[in-house]
Nanobody, 124 residues
Framework: QVQLVESGGGLVQAGGSLRLSCAAS????????MGWFRQALGKEREFVAV????????LYVDSVKGRFIISRDIGTNTVYLQMNNLKPEDTAVYYC?????????????????WGQGTQVTVSA
């Protein structure tokens, strides 16, 4: 099993920044691909970003390109999401996810493990 624990959410004004962290423990060799998803109130869960263990060519949803950066530290089994120039529409619960497959995916059904989520609220 893999345990994922997110942190770093909070309340920020529009234009501000937050950095989310997701620490993986347990069978971390099963976390070849790690991603971030988000779910706003009353909406479906949405893909945000994904990164492979090697770190090359991360993928982003169009709405966050140029503002969010995903990265990971293999040594500490941690993945980060740096969120800059935040907008009110970024308000959501952000979830960390991991899958054993080395192929990045934007499909939430493709992920084997999930964290409990962290709330991000952006005020206008």
């Amino acid at each position: 099993q893999v345990q994922l624990v997110e942190s770093g959410g909070g309340l920020v004004q529009a234009g501000g920044s937050l950095r989310l962290s997701c620490a993986a423990s347990g069978r971390t060799f099963s976390t070849n691909t790690m991603g971030w998803f988000r779910q706003a109130l009353g909406k479906e869960r949405e893909f945000v970003a994904v990164i492979h263990r090697g770190g090359g060519s991360p993928l982003y949803v169009d709405s966050v390109k140029g503002r969010f950066i995903i990265s990971r530290d293999i040594g500490t089994n941690t993945v980060y999401l740096q969120m800059n120039n935040l907008k009110p529409e970024d308000t959501a619960v952000y979830y960390c996810a991991a899958r054993e497959s080395p192929w990045p995916s934007s499909n939430s059904n493709a992920y084997d493990y999930w964290g409990q989520g962290t709330q991000v609220t952006v005020s206008a």
